[in-house]
């Protein structure tokens, strides 16, 4: 809603009802005579917090300085602030009618629906992603740890998450006469290893240091366990 002294999103608006789907709605009112919004009416439902779609909404108002700017007197902006003030109240004491609680209530459980749909369709989305990038498998797996083992060189295996850029990276170390392995910052039995690399990304490579640099070196991989 806007008139010339003061403005606030309408209870119609995208702003409003995307609010009162998440069960929590703002309206700020720009005030004329003001640099920022100088009155803000809250409406949360009681379900807000416990993910419940049905209860009571309950408002309140929050003020503050805002700024004062310089094209209006004192009493001037006062006076747009106190009839903003006045129309944030009765917009307060209508959203909780029993009309408008019946409808926040509606645009509630219209949310928790929608809200539902999306992480469905996230989580489908995230199955295919996964199925179109199959774990490695302990075969390749063991064969990638004793690739790596065999080696003297500088080597290292960065595996990837499924479906994802994640990176874990195994390294390889001399201790005496035993190469030996680290994950996650320690030292890790040789089927250990195995175990976590088998569950990562067939993506994942044998990287050999050259000239400064990691290059990829993947040796042939059999199908995966």
């Keep these: 809603m806007k008139n010339e002294k003061f403005s606030h999103p309408a209870i119609d608006s995208d702003h409003f009802i995307s609010g009162a789907k998440r069960g929590y709605v703002s309206i700020p009112f720009h005030v004329d005579g003001f640099w920022t919004d100088v009155i803000t009416l809250y409406c949360q439902s009681e379900g807000y917090k416990a993910s419940n779609l049905e209860g009571k909404w309950s408002c309140s108002i929050s003020t503050s300085s805002g700024g004062r700017g310089k094209d209006l007197s004192d009493i001037e902006a006062y006076g747009n602030f106190a009839q903003a003030l006045m129309v944030a109240v009765g917009l307060a004491k209508k959203l909780e009618t029993q009309e408008m609680q019946a409808h926040l209530n509606e645009l509630f459980k219209q949310g928790g629906i929608e809200q539902k749909q999306a992480e469905e369709r996230t989580k ?3 199955e295919e992603a996964v199925a179109q990038d199959p774990a490695l498998g302990e075969t390749a797996a063991q064969e990638l740890i004793e690739a790596a083992l065999g080696r003297d060189d500088v080597v290292m295996i960065r595996a ?12 390889f170390f001399q201790s005496g006469n ?48």
Excluded at 160 to 171: H, I, N
Excluded at 199 to 209: A, E, K, P
Aim: proline share 3%; aromatic share 8%; glycine share 6%.
């Design 124 to 126: 489908k989305a995230r």
């Design 160 to 171: 990837y998450y499924r479906a994802s850029t994640g990176e874990k990276d195994f390294t």
């Design 178 to 225: 035993v190469r030996k392995v680290k994950m996650d910052g320690g030292v890790v039995s040789r089927k250990f290893a195995i175990h976590k690399l088998a569950v990562m990304s067939v993506r994942s490579r044998l990287l050999v240091r050259k000239d400064g640099q990691w290059t990829p070196e993947q040796p042939a991989i059999t199908e995966n366990a």
